[in-house]
């Protein structure tokens, strides 16, 4: 994973959804549990936020966006960080059915409505690393 520009102990999560609204809730959550967030409402402005450092801990990201699809999304994330953790939330879990094999790892499907307990638990491994890598730092 490229090195942060500044030494956070938080992690930082990309949400992507094009209902603004849901999007900034859940920022502002995952805001209160100790994460720093960033928000996208669209596929290829979660891209083009990709491009730039210092790049993001976790996506979570809707399946079906406006302009480019979250798996794409995920498959750009993942080639710019091998590591970063990649959760789709989406009211239609069987669209992941056939595409996995090109999303890489690691992934999470959540389903709508969102369980935000099981989004946090998928994200304390990745606080643990973040609070581990600067310690080191």
Same mark, same amino acid.
């Given at each position: %994973?490229?090195?942060?520009?500044?030494?956070?102990?938080?992690?930082?999560?990309?949400?992507?959804?094009?209902?603004?609204?849901?999007?900034?809730?859940?920022?502002? %959550?995952?805001?209160?549990?100790?994460?720093?967030?960033?928000?996208?409402?669209?596929?290829?402005?979660?891209?083009?936020?990709?491009?730039?450092?210092?790049?993001?801990?976790?996506?979570?990201?809707?399946?079906?966006?406006?302009?480019?699809?979250?798996?794409?999304?995920?498959?750009?994330?993942?080639?710019?960080?091998?590591?970063?953790?990649?959760?789709?939330?989406?009211?239609?879990?069987?669209?992941?059915?056939?595409?996995?094999?090109?999303?890489?790892?690691?992934?999470?499907?959540?389903?709508?409505?969102?369980?935000?307990?099981?989004?946090?638990?998928?994200?304390?491994?990745?606080?643990?690393?973040?609070?581990?890598?600067?310690?080191?730092?």
């Amino acid at each position: %994973m490229e090195a942060r520009l500044t030494a956070s102990p938080r992690a930082l999560v990309l949400v992507i959804d094009d209902d603004a609204r849901s999007a900034c809730l859940l920022a502002r %959550m995952l805001q209160s549990d100790g994460y720093d967030t960033e928000v996208a409402n669209d596929g290829a402005i979660a891209i083009a936020r990709l491009t730039r450092d210092p790049l993001p801990d976790a996506v979570v990201t809707e399946l079906h966006l406006p302009l480019v699809d979250g798996l794409a999304v995920a498959r750009y994330a993942h080639s710019r960080s091998a590591e970063m953790l990649i959760v789709f939330v989406t009211a239609h879990p069987h669209a992941l059915e056939g595409p996995t094999s090109r999303i890489g790892d690691p992934w999470a499907l959540l389903t709508k409505p969102l369980d935000y307990t099981e989004l946090l638990a998928l994200f304390a491994p990745l606080s643990a690393r973040v609070a581990a890598a600067n310690t080191v730092a």
